[in-house]
């Protein structure tokens, strides 16, 4: 048996959103399984199919499965035809020298088009069975149940079901940030969160180097534990023991405790919003000790903006501890340590501390609160975690951390580091703010056939140069860069504003139209080293891709994208990819494709966003069609998208990425275009600008092909500046590309 069928339950009731929720449960299980020879994971009609390798064992297999969160129950599974007779042969060869006292077959049609009801595959398949074995049927309290689901073009049988951890598939759910301690609760309280879909930060406070290292040692491994549920897990350690002693010099002994925990969560929320994070988690139990009545519980939380959950409020410790008992956590949270809760703590603190009191205390504090905060969070320091480890057959351990993982940024996956040639070309290319606020002047085939039409007749390389040339000249001193080609825009470059970063497309316009896939190609006569030698700050290339297409059409599209990675790592040049989702056969501009966009989106996202592939930038769609958004103004009347619905999908694509971002105007209006901007900013998105062509310059194409340069130029002084301030104006909420990497200047990079 060699596959394993996986269902889910919570996720089958998330309506249109499912598709979100199953692709990232797919995703999870690839991720979780990577090192266990699991051949595919592929979501199927209500279910997900793990097909198995010749070298995966089982047993680790299902240890895997248990840990994931959304996950209903699995079995591994046999794959047989919808014929009945063949199908019963299939089961009858795997059952092997299997003697029940009783059985019975529980039959599932997913596909409806079979002639036969699931009763009747019952008594059909059941009554060969029998009629082979001789076994009791029992419909009841069978000692085998043998489960056979039925779906498109074949069918699938399994020897009962194991069941999963429930919830919901890890990172649906947005992040938080976890206080984690060290001991029995809080770990607890980060595994409930983690089964809500939530991705788990974690928080610690330490006293070193007054106490020993013994509690960050005590919650590296906790994090490790943890981390085998979610994945992906990010540890801030804090130091807190000399913000103790100044809280002692300076505070009445009853208020410290109240004290310290309200500085842990004013640090605590400026981390967790550095990392977008979007509540607070910790293991408190009301009346468990002083710090945690009704009263203390308020003050406390009184000083963060963000919500603070509490997911054992209301447990007692037995049940946490036998929780933690069944986590795997319990083992490591009773080593005894000395963690920063043991430090000056007062003899009889406080037990209904009152507000306005405590506010007086803490104004007495020297330095001040916000100085301690601002101090505390600077000198956090960050590790990362990740389950399971795959290493590289030609690293060593250490080598491969470094490459797959690096130094970690405080949102996502990138190397703290740049090397010097990549940070220059990001600093070209972006404005005074760290904005990335690009024109794009790179189209060829669709530029040329759109003059044609307007001009009426034949469009020369001179004509396709001076159309670029003009837009450049024009554009470029309200923008900080500008995209081109170079096939017919290296005389356009030279015009460009001093301001000016320069990018240079690699790839040829189009794709290949004589097989399925949208295939791409590079130019013949470029390399990234001569478009470096052009004068090009970062190259770009445009890849057609969606997450859905199959296998062997996406591994020749993802190996095309590591090898330019790689030549632009050896030519240390930024690499910019843009990736536009389409699917073979469907109107990409409409209904039915918008309905499928967002998850296009999110996918490729997703993807992209790996350190394999060495891109720096990715340049993606906004994951929505603005002309299908209830309430838009571009809106034409029929709703794939309510404008929650929209947000919900900018958030659920910006999430998924843990590189700096920019949008393309992908050809709308400037209109729709600055209004999609609004809904990013709306949806508090984290961005890093924009790189938009058409929507600033097309409704000139045809005052160029009608009347001439002249009048272009001066449409383009008119319209096409007005266009790109639009754009400008929608880049306010913008944030700054290296602030992706945790930093608050580029020169923190080098």
Known sequence: MKSVIVHYQEIALKGRNRPYFVERLVRNLRESTADLDVAEVRALVGRIELVLGPAAEWDAVRERLRRAFGVANFAQAG?????????????????????????RVSARRADKRFPLTSPEIERELGGRIKMARGWRVDLEHPA????VEFLTKQAFYSFGREPGAGGLPAGVSGRVACLLSGGIDSPVAAYRMMRRGCRVHFVHFHSYPILSRASQEKVRELSTILTRYQLQSRLYLVAFGEIQQQVVLSVPA??????????????????????????????EVVGQVASQTLENLAVIGSVAAMP??????????????????????????????QDCCTLFTPRHPATRARLSVVEKAERALRPSVDEIVEAAVAAAIVEDFQFPVVESKAASREGTRNEERGMRNELGGLAVKLTPGKLAGMKAVSNARGVIAAAAMDQRGSLQKALAKEKGGEITDAMLEEFKSLVTEVLTPHASAILLDPEW?????????????????????GYDKTGPGRLPDLLDHWSVRRLKEADADCVKILLYYTPFDP??????????????????????IPFFLEFVCYEEGVDEKGFDFARKKPEAVVGSMAEFTKDRYGVDV????????????????????????????????????????????????????????????A????????????????????????VYGKQGAEAFRAWLQADGVKNINNVNDGLKAASAWYSFYGVSSPDALA
């Open 489 to 509: 825009g290296l005389p356009a470059s030279k015009r460009r504003a001093k301001n000016a970063g320069l990018l240079l497309a690699y790839e040829k316009t």
């Open 679 to 702: 809904l990013a900013t709306e949806a508090d998105v984290r961005f890093a600008g924009v790189l938009c062509g058409r929507a600033t310059w097309k409704d000139g194409i045809p």
């Open 79 to 103: 794959r047989g035809p919808l014929d009945l007779d063949a199908l019963a042969a299939e089961i009858l060869r795997d059952l092997g020298d299997r003697d029940p006292a009783s059985f």
């Open 144 to 147: 085998l149940t043998i489960h």
């Open 308 to 337: 603070i959950l509490r997911p054992l409020v209301g447990c007692d410790k037995d049940e946490i501890t036998a929780e933690a008992q069944a986590l795997g956590t319990y083992p490591v949270s009773i080593i005894p340590d």
């Open 551 to 572: 296998k062997p059409i996406n591994d020749r599209k993802h190996a095309w994208v590591e090898r330019i990675g790689d030549e632009c790592r050896a030519n240390d």
């Open 254 to 283: 009853p208020l410290r405790v109240v004290i310290y925990r309200r500085l842990m969560m004013r640090i605590a929320e400026r981390l967790a919003r550095r990392s977008h994070a979007r509540a607070l988690v910790t293991g």
């Open 618 to 677: 990715m340049k993606v769609e906004v994951p929505v069609n603005m002309k299908f958004v209830e309430g838009a103004k571009a809106f034409g009347g029929e709703k794939a998208y309510s404008k929650a619905d929209t947000i919900d999908w900018f958030r659920r694509a910006a999430g998924v990425a843990t590189r700096p971002f920019i949008y393309l105007s992908a050809g709308v209006s400037n209109a729709e275009f600055t209004e999609s901007l």
